[in-house]
Nanobody, 121 residues
Framework: QLQLVASGGGLVQPGGSLRLSCAAS?????IGWFRQAPGKGREGISC????????DYKGSVKGRFAISRDSTKNTVYLQMSSMKPEDTAVYYC?????????????????WGIGTQVTVSS
């Protein structure tokens, strides 16, 4: 399975916004965003169906984050708004077959390069 590369991370103040990008061939059924906070396990937070654009979110980010795809650029985005310190994590993207509860399944065994997001004043 191809490992994808996430980019666009950085330092942002609480309440601020940031947009992450995931360069991916959109031949997959779904693309999901995951994150791993310091000292915690990796969690899926958002997922998009590539064919029809249907989106799915974990409750902790619903209403604040928006996932989208641009087929012309083979890119999936994660627009993050109203950010909180607990959003601090390394963010990853990964391909899958279906979305459920904001997670793209199956969760991969191997991961591509993530991007660090830090929310702090």
């Amino acid at each position: 399975q191809l490992q994808l590369v996430a980019s666009g991370g950085g330092l942002v103040q609480p309440g601020g916004s940031l947009r992450l990008s995931c360069a991916a061939s959109l031949d997959y059924e779904t693309i999901g965003w995951f994150r791993q906070a310091p000292g915690k396990g990796r969690e899926g937070i958002s997922c998009i169906s590539v064919s029809d654009g249907l989106t799915d979110y974990k409750g902790s980010v619903k209403g604040r984050f928006a996932i989208s795809r641009d087929s012309t650029k083979n890119t999936v985005y994660l627009q993050m708004s109203s950010m909180k310190p607990e959003d601090t994590a390394v963010y990853y993207c990964a391909p899958g077959r279906y979305c459920s509860g904001g997670v793209s399944y199956p969760v991969p065994l191997y991961w591509g390069i993530g991007t660090q997001v830090t929310v702090s004043s």
